[in-house]
């Protein structure tokens, strides 16, 4: 039976709940559903108002990331773990759905590395950052989540990811979410987000692209800028894995997760290849 992973963001103007009734639709026809969330916008909320505002690093490539010490892993925590995490899953039972909460490190689910260095640009210079809790899921624990979704239950997963040494780090959600999908081969990666995809013109929306091939994958990557850089990563990360499509789209609307498996959003299909 096909498995759906499903990504919704943490961006401002997201509501993660907003897609219990779908979920909950989905899984009363016998889809079986993991949604992994984000949180992002209400931990800069938490912790500008807890006094240690949210800084972001910039790769010389132009990738962004949460600037991730030990203080802001704390908060962190706080944010995707708690409110939203456990605020997802209430919802999720309330609508009728056996719905199970975890993070990354729960059983060492998103087992990864922590970066040594990190190299960031910084007022026009290139810096290194060496005290930096963030990493990249490297292995997922598929039996065990397996042995969840074949009891029925419907799991919502969240970073951090842990190290093998037992060290928390913060992990990119949209990356961790392609690494699920594939290693639990599923059959669609939904990314759903504050955006309609990928777009040309990041500050005009009617310029999406709808179809990523082989042949304007180049062009993708291009377009791509900050965080939507990590999305296309990720959804050549998860066609590498053996994910069918991955579908960048909107979380926002009557139907997101129907409007996404549709094609409405970016499709990335088969036969993309880093």
């Known amino acids: 039976m096909s498995i759906i992973v499903i990504k919704v963001g943490g961006g401002e103007g997201i509501d993660p709940t907003a897609l219990v009734p779908e979920i909950a639709e989905l899984v009363r026809a016998g889809e079986r559903i993991v949604l992994v969330h984000g949180g992002s916008h209400e931990t800069n909320q938490l912790a500008e108002a807890l006094g240690h505002p949210t800084q972001t690093i910039t790769s010389p490539g ?68 060496r005290d930096d809790l963030s990493g990249k899921v490297e292995s997922v624990d598929a039996a065990f989540l397996n042995m969840l979704i074949d009891a029925g239950r419907v799991l919502v997963l969240t970073p951090p990811a842990i190290t093998p040494d037992g060290i928390a780090i913060n992990v990119d959600a949209d990356r961790a979410a392609a690494a699920t999908a594939g290693a639990l081969g599923a059959d669609e990666l939904l990314l759903l987000s504050n955006v309609p995809g990928l777009l040309r013109d990041p500050s005009d929306r009617a310029s999406l692209i709808e179809t990523v091939d082989q042949d304007t994958l180049d062009t993708a990557r291009a377009a791509a800028k900050g965080r939507m850089k990590n999305k296309v990563l990720a959804a050549e990360e998860a066609l590498n894995a053996g994910v069918a499509r991955v579908v960048i789209s909107s979380a926002a609307g009557e139907s997101p997760i129907a409007a996404a498996r549709t094609g409405v959003g970016t499709v990335f299909a088969q036969g993309v290849r880093a």
Request: aromatic share 4%; net charge positive; hydrophobic share 40%.
């Open 62 to 129: 132009g990738h962004q990331s949460r600037r991730t010490d030990r203080r802001t892993l704390e908060i962190f925590e706080m944010v995707y773990c708690g409110r939203v995490n456990k605020g997802l899953v209430e919802s999720l039972r309330r609508a009728g759905v056996d719905a199970v909460g975890l993070s990354g490190i729960d059983a060492g689910i998103w087992i990864g590395s922590r970066k040594d260095a990190i190299r960031a640009v910084e007022d026009g210079r290139t810096v290194i950052i």
